[in-house]
């Protein structure tokens, strides 16, 4: 039987290994994503945004699990960059609607590779990471329904 202070070991702690990859996964991405402008968390915007083009904050945050605090001064960052644009739904006064501009959309086939060029990186096989993409976002939303 393992002693309380082995179960605090630091190695033997899923959130740190969670943690230190996400951290190492930013960081190949950071020079990849200077090349063409963008933070890590704007090119999650324009992830979503590539995929759905004109759609309100709230529908972003849902998308990312970022809350509107959160993604108001980035998306004003984005905007001042000629990204995209932001605007009062014409539906409902209270909900801004995000749409890419030309600029933005452009951007979508400068980014094309990275996603090739992080694979490579990783060392691993698209389906490795496939299959450990499914298991994260089942332990992501276990977590998320029990909170």
């Known amino acids: 039987m393992e002693s309380d202070l082995d179960l605090l ?8 290994s969670l943690y230190s990859a996400s951290l190492a996964m930013t960081k190949a991405y950071k020079p990849l994503l200077e090349k063409i ?10 992830l979503v ?5 004109d759609i309100l904050v709230k529908d972003i945050g849902e998308a990312l699990f970022l809350d ?14 000629a990204l995209i ?7 409902d006064e209270r909900q801004v609607r995000i749409t890419l501009t030309p600029n933005g959309k452009t951007l979508k086939e400068t980014a094309q590779m990275i996603p090739v060029q992080l694979l ?12 450990l993409r499914s298991q ?12």
């Open 85 to 91: 644009t932001r605007q009062r739904d014409s539906k």
């Open 37 to 46: 402008g963008l933070t890590y968390p704007q090119y999650l915007v324009m």
């Open 49 to 53: 945004l590539w995929q759905h083009d």
């Open 68 to 81: 509107s605090g959160t993604l108001t001064p980035l998306l004003k960052r984005m905007e001042s960059a």
């Open 120 to 131: 490579c990186a990783s060392g691993q096989s698209t389906e490795t990471l496939m299959q």
């Open 9 to 16: 070991s630091l190695d033997k702690q899923f959130c740190f």
């Open 136 to 147: 994260l976002a089942q332990i992501r939303d276990g977590l998320n329904t029990r909170h």
